[in-house]
T-cell receptor
């Protein structure tokens, strides 16, 4: 059984640029959630995708957007990067909108300079 | 007020000591509760779920008090390998979707 995989593992971007992070969900999981974890903080919920539609969003601006594909993999896009966007971005998949537990990927560490 | 609040830490204790973590949550409609463990520069991993009746897994005991909206984790006979950040987590419903709400985390270091 393949777990949740995220790419890239590390990324450095310049303020104002755009970034796309990718996540492959665990086999059999149709729900993907994205979290942002700043240094020294707990992960913060960005949004969740279920069957290719966003079905829950945290307190993040519209420049954070996402997609889910028919194979349930997902992308997180961030436009107009700011220095405060530097964080570990975690993807978690679940078999059914959070019911059945979550499996986390190892994350993408984004640094904005 | 934060949705989930934890002891700020950090905790530095000798090997073999008993360590207690406390956590409070603000959403009385929360339905599921967890403790996650996160090693340095790694993803969070589920340590244990927390039930109203209390539950134990080896050296780890978790308690939930719904009336006080309080969650605890007790680690007995601590080992060097218990060094990590412990995250109190509540499962909340937002726009019909479940989401995990994490506390800030408490860093634990077990010293030899």
């Amino acid at each position: 059984e393949t777990g949740v995989t995220q790419s890239p593992t590390h990324l450095i971007k310049t303020r104002g640029q755009q970034v796309t992070l990718r996540c492959s969900s665990q086999s059999g999981h149709n729900t993907v959630s994205w979290y942002q974890q700043a240094l020294g903080q707990g992960p913060q919920f960005i949004f969740q995708y279920y069957r290719e539609e966003e079905n829950g969003r945290g307190n993040f601006p519209p420049r954070f957007s996402g997609l889910q594909f028919p194979n349930y993999s997902s992308e997180l896009n961030v436009n107009a990067l700011e220095l405060d966007d530097s964080a570990l971005y975690l993807c978690a998949s679940s078999p059914g909108q959070g019911r059945g537990g979550y499996t986390f990927g190892s994350g993408t560490r984004l640094t904005v300079v | 007020r934060k949705e989930v609040e934890q002891d700020p830490g950090p905790f530095n204790v000798p090997e073999g000591a008993t360590v207690a973590f406390n956590c409070t949550y603000s959403n009385s409609a929360s339905q599921s509760f967890f403790w996650y463990r996160q090693d340095c520069r790694k993803e969070p991993k589920l340590l244990m779920s927390v039930y109203s009746s209390g539950n134990e897994d080896g050296r780890f005991t978790a308690q939930l008090n719904r009336a006080s909206q309080y969650i605890s984790l007790l680690i007995r006979d601590s080992k060097l390998s218990d060094s990590a950040t412990y995250l109190c987590v509540v499962n909340a419903l937002i726009q019909g979707a479940q989401k995990l709400v994490f506390g800030q985390g408490t860093r634990l270091t077990i010293n030899p």
